[in-house]
């Protein structure tokens, strides 16, 4: 059974900083390219970053280049995301998504872990 | 950057109905469109990938139709776990994108 869970969200100040991580198990993980997607309460999703399977393309939204930092650990069947300089702007759900047969549908998500950019 | 703009924005309609959504992308995306479904409190579901594949586990009342700029999801006979928010996402170029939802409410 595919599962991803994600962990390291919380309270943080305008400014700083969080890692957020996602555990993945049930499939060859070195196989999928990997994404974040987030949502803000009562919003729409919004696509943040992508991975592909070997970590050598990544790809970032606008609203977030130059401060978030997406990677993979292909050994651990992790994937990550560096987000510095947050904003309040950036509160919101994160999910991680599993790239659907190598291309970027998303065909299995997490529950999501929950960032508030607050002071 | 491709923006996806679903119609309509509020869908009422009774269980049994059928439900047309509708998702239109400002330039061309080929077949590269899916189809999400999400519940009050839960993470979305891909429900069609390339315009008009189900995914595995979904059921055949979902379909999906259209390509270039035009998309269409069907639901042919709403059943009660139906009513919830859609959303459509293109794939076909860097940024990807969603559309901004419809949410099919019951009537």
């Known amino acids: 059974e595919v599962q991803l869970l994600e962990s390291g969200g919380g309270l943080v100040q305008p400014g700083g900083s969080l890692r957020l991580s996602c555990a993945a198990s049930?499939?060859?993980?070195?196989?999928?390219?990997m994404n974040w997607v987030r949502q803000a309460p009562g919003k729409g999703l919004e696509w943040v970053s992508s991975?592909?399977?070997?970590?050598?393309?990544?790809n970032y939204a606008d609203s977030v280049k130059g401060r978030f930092t997406i990677s993979r650990d292909n050994s651990g069947s992790t994937l990550y995301v560096q987000m510095s300089s947050l904003r309040a702007e950036d509160t919101a759900i994160y999910y991680c998504?599993?790239?659907?047969?190598?291309?970027?549908?998303?065909?299995?998500w997490g529950q999501g872990t929950l960032v508030t950019v607050s002071s | 950057e491709i923006v996806l703009t679903q119609s309509p924005v509020t869908l009422s309609l009774s269980p049994g109905d059928r439900a047309t959504l509708s998702c239109r992308a400002s330039?061309?995306?080929?077949?590269?469109l899916a189809w999400y479904q999400q519940k009050p409190g839960q993470a979305p579901r891909l429900l069609i990938y390339?315009?008009?594949n189900r995914a595995p586990g979904i059921p055949a009342r979902f379909s999906g139709s259209g390509s270039g700029t035009d998309f269409t999801l069907t639901i042919s006979s709403l059943e009660p776990e139906d009513f919830a928010v859609y959303y459509c996402?293109?794939?076909?170029?860097?940024?990807?994108?969603f559309g901004g939802g419809t949410k099919v409410e019951i009537k």
């Open positions: 998504a599993r790239g659907r047969g190598g291309a970027y549908s998303f065909d299995y």
């Open positions: 049930g499939f060859t993980f070195t196989n999928y390219a």
């Open positions: 991975i592909s399977n070997n970590g050598g393309s990544k």
């Open positions: 330039q061309s995306v080929s077949s590269y």
């Open positions: 390339d315009a008009s």
């Open positions: 996402q293109h794939r076909s170029s860097w940024p990807l994108t």
